[in-house]
């Protein structure tokens, strides 16, 4: 199965991704963590990109294409048993790009899951979230705070807030996302992969609602 999660940034996809990786027994790919990790290891693609995500803006297509293609075919030598892809395409060319390498592996889109959430809650997901340092969990200050302030649950690492969540930047990714990505769930639809999901609701509710739509039709 090879599912691309769509939805504006807070949407829930990392969250959601996450749960369904693990219950489908899927390959969980997010550009976005993938960047954070090159950026904190200071290669040059981190370089490259840390400008870009620190404005909110997408990183030039070619790299990520780079970036996933690479993580894809390695995959498909592995053969796992399909990819879950979190913010990935968000262009038109990387959509083509995506559509070029699951051909070449004889893998189709199954689904596109397209998590909707009205904007001022993504901004109040965005600007409350704390990530771990040590492990990456994801914590929310009002809907999923640490037991202890600043303080991972899981590992004890520290927590920290990424510099692209403060209110402008969020809202420029989400000015962004409608921009350019936006378009992406029509050129999906013609070819009728498309489910939308409610992102409203706790982490379970939405959880509940992408496995009835991903079920396969009757
Ligand atoms: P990326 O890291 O992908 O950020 P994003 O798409 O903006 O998505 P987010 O991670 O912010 O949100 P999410 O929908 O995953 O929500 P989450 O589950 O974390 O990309 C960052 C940057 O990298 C981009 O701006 C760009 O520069 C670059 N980039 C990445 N991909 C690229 C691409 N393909 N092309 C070019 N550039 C690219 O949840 C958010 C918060 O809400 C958390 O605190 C969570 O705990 C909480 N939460 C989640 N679900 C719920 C719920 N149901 N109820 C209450 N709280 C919830």
Redesign the pocket.
């Known amino acids: 199965m090879n599912i691309v999660m769509m939805?504006p940034?807070?949407?829930?996809?990392?969250?959601?991704a996450k749960i369904l990786a693990e219950r489908f027994d899927l390959l969980h790919l997010?550009?976005?963590?993938l960047?954070r990790e090159a950026v904190r290891e200071g290669t040059e693609l981190g370089r490259k990109?840390k400008t870009?995500?620190d404005a909110?803006?997408?990183?030039p297509d070619e790299l990520?294409v780079d970036l996933i293609g690479g993580r894809i075919r390695e995959e498909e030598a592995g053969r796992a048993r399909g990819v879950i892809l979190?913010?990935?395409?968000?262009?038109l060319r990387?959509a083509e790009a995506l559509d070029e390498l699951l051909e070449e592996s004889g893998r189709p889109l199954d689904a596109v899951v397209n998590i909707t959430l009205p904007v001022e809650e993504a901004v109040r997901?965005?600007t409350?979230?704390r990530v771990c340092r040590g492990c990456g969990a994801?914590?929310?200050l009002l809907?999923?705070p640490p037991r202890a302030l600043g303080v991972c649950d899981l590992c004890g690492g520290p927590l920290y807030q990424r510099t692209?969540d403060t209110e402008e930047t969020a809202r420029s990714?989400l000015e962004v996302y409608r921009r350019e990505t936006e378009p992406l769930i029509s050129y999906y639809a013609r070819r009728g992969l498309v489910r939308e999901v409610d992102?409203r609701?706790?982490?379970d509710t939405?959880t509940d609602r992408l496995v009835k739509a991903l079920r396969p039709g009757p």
């Open positions: 939805g940034p807070g949407a829930g996809k990392g969250t959601q997010s550009p976005g963590d960047l990109a870009f995500m909110g803006l997408l990183v990520i979190d913010g990935f395409p968000r262009t990387q997901r965005l409350g979230r994801n914590y929310h809907y999923k692209d990714r992102g609701g706790n982490v939405v």
